[in-house]
């Protein structure tokens, strides 16, 4: 059973860049698209980045187009977030997902297996 692991939250400034690291233990990306979603307190889930089974393809949710980045290596079984700009409204815990196709979405409920999450905060 693979587990996901995510990591390189913490405390910046807003206009700092983080990059979040999603590694899979015990199983392969191989064969799976990937997402980032993210929840803030007393706020539902929301997706934030999609990348399919070998990078061709990605999807932002729209307010991070152009700050984001999301990225994978397969052969180190990992993905990546790096997060530039970085906005007070970015605050939230941040989760990776596997998804149960090779192709990726926005939707939470494609995604089978999901991190315990890494703390992003930005304060002004």
């Known amino acids: 059973q693979v587990r996901l692991t995510e990591s390189g939250g913490g405390l910046v400034q807003a206009g700092d860049s983080l990059r979040l690291s999603c590694a899979a233990l015990?199983?392969?990306?191989?064969?799976?698209?990937m997402g980032w979603f993210r929840q803030a307190p007393e706020k539902e889930r929301e997706f934030v980045a999609s990348?399919?089974?070998?990078?061709?393809?990605?999807d932002y949710k729209d307010s991070v187009k152009g700050r984001f980045t999301i990225s994978r290596d397969n052969t180190k079984r990992t993905v990546w977030l790096q997060m530039n700009n970085l906005r007070t409204e970015d605050t939230a815990v941040y989760y990776c997902?596997?998804?149960?196709?090779?192709?990726?979405?926005?939707?939470?409920?494609?995604?089978?297996?999901w991190g315990q999450g890494t703390q992003v905060t930005v304060s002004e």
């Open positions: 990348i399919d089974w070998n990078g061709g393809t990605t």
């Open positions: 015990g199983g392969t990306l191989d064969n799976y698209g």
């Open positions: 997902a596997r998804h149960g196709h090779y192709s990726s979405s926005p939707y939470a409920y494609g995604y089978d297996t």
